[in-house]
């Protein structure tokens, strides 16, 4: 997410790092590959013009000149105006009764998928969200948006099969939902184009029938400056409330984001970041901001964790490494708990400087063949790597389809893990370089 961009401006940001003192020469020739930077990545051009006028002016006042770092301090401006840009501060959706969400975009963005994502969060939540199929065009797509109902557990309205009249379907779903006292409707839409004037007036008496309290706008990130376009035209049509950014984990260079809410004024309050149901998150600014600069989400990750990870086990876990016994059982728990909470590439993303690392040796292949050599070992070598001589690795390497050499690298890898768990100053200098200061209270360290 974002990579192109972030590569470009930590190329900026370095050189305005190294100066020892900031001019207005070398802040205008960082602040023009910033442009180009912005350029390439798709923001439109009056929002990336507008922009790096703001950063300059600031970056040459007199607080960033007499500053000790002063690259450091132009850095944080680009950091705020960002943030600003972005929003400012995460906007929550309104729930207020009646609870009506209309769910609108343009084929092909993602609007059934998203709709049941929304479903399973505002159900972990605690609320009652229950699904409307009001998408009478496209082939299968009832089916499909009652599929991921049932998978989520989520009560679902399905018209008529052949039913055309939209407003029909939507009194009915009303009834439906009276009938069941539910709080909360969710109404997935057929896909409009720009230029289909009939579906878009068909979406026009929907909305003024309803009186929703949000107007969701599902928009492919990876549109880019088409998605500004779209926004614009539907907010015309139905006073859109708030964007969700769809397929932003796939999109390289992150124009649409940066560009939305400054040209349409519309908060962007959502954002998913990938396939799985559950990865769908409130869309915040500064966090998102941290992330393009390289600074990454640490709080997004620890609230990611907190949710998807029993306490009981982190808290084992924690034990385990305090008193240096940790194993290879201990390993693939650790494992399976990183499973819970995403792609691995989008975690490391969540780390300060992470990333910007290229070719990790890290990856969802890598974790699946350390998992197999793992699972390939008896509980009592799991238990007791250091009787893993020649013969025996040699078995694991047959039994998991790997290579001697990489259960050999593994082996050597996991060592110096377990010496740095006894080692605690190291640990806590480990912890500290990642941006915690501290480790997590309860470590004993």
Not at 151 to 167: A, M, S
Request: glycine fraction near 10%; include cysteine; proline fraction near 4%.
């Amino acid at each position: 997410m974002f990579s192109q961009l972030s590569d470009s401006l930590e190329g900026a940001f370095k050189k305005l790092r190294g100066q020892g003192k900031i001019t207005e020469k070398n802040v205008s020739d960082a602040m023009r590959e910033v442009r180009m930077a912005l350029l390439e990545a798709d923001v439109e051009f009056s929002v990336a013009k507008s922009f790096i006028a703001n950063v300059k002016e600031k970056s040459l006042g007199q607080e960033v000149l007499r500053s000790i770092k002063p690259g450091e301090q132009i850095v944080k401006i680009f950091h705020d105006e960002l943030t600003a840009l972005l929003g400012g501060d995460a906007e929550e959706l309104n729930l207020e009764s009646p609870g009506r969400i209309l769910m609108v975009g343009l084929n092909g963005a993602g609007k059934t998928t998203t709709s049941a994502k929304l479903a399973l969060r505002l159900k972990k939540e605690g609320r009652q969200p229950h699904l409307v199929a009001c998408d009478l065009y496209r082939p299968a797509a009832v089916d499909q948006l009652a599929t991921l109902a049932e998978e989520i557990d989520v009560p679902i309205f399905k018209p008529e099969k052949g039913e055309t009249d939209i407003l029909k379907v939507a009194e009915q779903a009303l009834a439906w939902g009276e009938e069941r006292k539910a709080p909360l409707l969710i109404f997935d839409t057929a896909g409009r184009q720009e230029v289909d004037t009939e579906l878009v007036e068909e979406l026009k008496r929907l909305h003024a029938f309803l009186e929703p309290q949000e107007v969701l706008l599902v928009a492919d990130s990876a549109t880019g400056q088409q998605a500004v376009s779209v926004a614009s035209h539907f907010d015309e049509a139905v006073q859109v409330t708030g964007i969700v950014l769809t397929k932003l984990d796939g999109d390289a260079r992150g124009g649409a984001a940066l560009s939305m809410r400054q040209v349409t004024g519309k908060p962007i309050k959502l954002a998913s970041m990938g396939e799985k149901m559950d990865q769908l998150d409130l869309f915040v600014p500064d966090r998102m901001a941290g992330r393009i600069l390289g600074m990454g989400d640490v709080v997004g990750l620890v609230e990611k964790a907190a949710s998807e990870i029993e306490e009981k086990d982190a808290l084992r876990m924690a034990e385990k490494i305090q008193k240096a016994t940790f194993d290879f059982n201990d390993f693939l728990m650790q494992m399976k708990m990183l499973k819970k909470l995403g792609p691995l590439e989008g975690l490391l993303g969540m780390l300060p400087g992470m990333g910007k690392l290229k070719n990790l040796p890290v990856n969802d292949g890598q974790m699946k063949r350390v998992e197999a050599i793992i699972l390939s070992m008896t509980p009592k070598e799991r238990s007791r790597p250091e009787i893993l001589n020649g013969r025996r690795r040699q078995r694991i390497a047959k039994g998991s389809g790997t290579k001697v050499s990489e259960v050999n690298n593994l082996l050597r890898q996991f060592s110096q893990m377990r010496k740095m768990m006894k080692n605690k100053g190291q640990l806590k200098k480990m912890m500290s370089q990642m941006g915690g200061g501290q480790l997590p209270k309860g470590m004993g360290f």
